[in-house]
């Protein structure tokens, strides 16, 4: 019986998820709050201490040794702020100091969204087993997280692998982030759709004009729907073959919204990744679906904390035989 556990956030711009995680991954506890995402400051940070102050009120808090902070990022790791681009009222904003104030004075391991995915896939999904991966979230935006010679790489700042804003269109259209050409701004869901709407496009008769909607009609032989992931599949195919060559990681995981379509996606995605993973150290690359689904980045942020609890010298424990 694990008697250790951490309290994990996962916060993002639609929702603030909390847990208790023991060291096997296993959730003990849950509270969630919708994230308060166009109040102020404080408002939002009201939201993560209710979710706290939840998850305080079970018996099995006495366990917690530490907590875990996933956040849409940017994030600064040294500093322990955020300035999460879908939370204008948090620039800057102290977390690691407001969550620490909040528990008691528990020690608080804060990264990246996208990095918290990769810990959960590399401790218990699809990445498991791996020294080398690069793991994705493609869905209204496109993040990542990087697994480097074993260890999880958060970089000093908390957000390394965020994949969705390499360049891979030198004049492309200007990504919200400030550079042209990004990866999101090509493949993630919101541009899947709208590429496919400025193409001629249209809805079927509820009005759904998601990327989901999109890859349904790809499904059944929509030409501008197929054309529109095809081109999504090409700007991830860029992307995961310049990580390839630059990290020499030996697979990538994709989940996310966007990567529910399946097929629909992978399919182009595979044929795509012939023409950019070219060199003979990235040709197998393997690209296969995210495992996690949506506890992934709750898991992630736990893993990240039992990591620096153990200061990154092993891993959680296994969930066989753990
Ligand atoms: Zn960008």
Aim: charged share 15%; glycine share 14%; proline share 6%.
């Amino acid at each position: 019986m694990p008697t250790e556990s951490v309290a994990a956030l996962d916060i993002g711009g639609t929702k603030i998820a909390g847990a208790l995680v023991d060291s096997t991954g296993r959730i003990l506890v849950r509270a969630q709050r919708p994230t308060p995402a166009r109040e102020n400051g404080e408002t939002v940070m009201g939201a993560v201490e209710s979710v706290l102050a939840e998850l305080s009120a079970s018996p099995l808090w006495s366990s917690a040794t530490a907590v875990g902070v996933g956040s849409a990022g940017p994030v600064d790791a040294s500093a322990g702020t955020v300035s999460p681009v879908n939370v204008p009222g948090w620039r800057g904003f102290p977390l690691v100091q407001r969550v620490r104030a909040a528990t008691g004075g528990l020690p608080v391991t804060l990264v990246g969204d996208g990095v918290a995915i990769a810990a959960a896939e590399h401790w218990q999904g699809a990445a498991r087993g791996y020294d080398d991966a690069l793991c994705m979230v493609v869905s209204t935006g496109v993040g990542g997280g990087l697994v480097l010679g074993g260890r999880l790489h958060p970089g000093p700042s908390g957000n390394a692998g965020h994949i969705g804003h390499i360049s891979v269109e030198l004049a492309g259209d200007p990504c919200p982030c400030g550079s042209r050409g990004c990866v999101e701004r090509i493949a993630s869901g919101p541009n899947i759709a709208r590429r496919a709407l400025d193409n001629g496009w249209r809805p079927g008769p509820d009005g759904d004009a998601s990327a989901a909607a999109v890859a349904a009609a790809a499904r059944a032989g929509h030409p501008v729907a197929i054309a529109s992931f095809d081109r999504a599949a090409r700007a991830l195919a860029a992307g995961i073959a310049a990580t390839a060559a630059l990290a020499d990681i030996r697979i990538a995981v994709i989940g996310g919204g966007v990567a529910n379509a399946g097929e629909v996606l992978f399919a182009p995605l595979r044929r795509a990744l012939r023409d950019y993973a070219t060199l003979s150290y990235v040709r197998d690359l393997e690209i296969v679906p995210a495992r996690m689904g949506t506890d992934a980045g709750l898991v992630g942020a736990a893993a990240a904390a039992l990591l620096e609890s153990r200061d990154g010298t092993e891993e959680p424990a296994a969930v066989v035989g753990g």
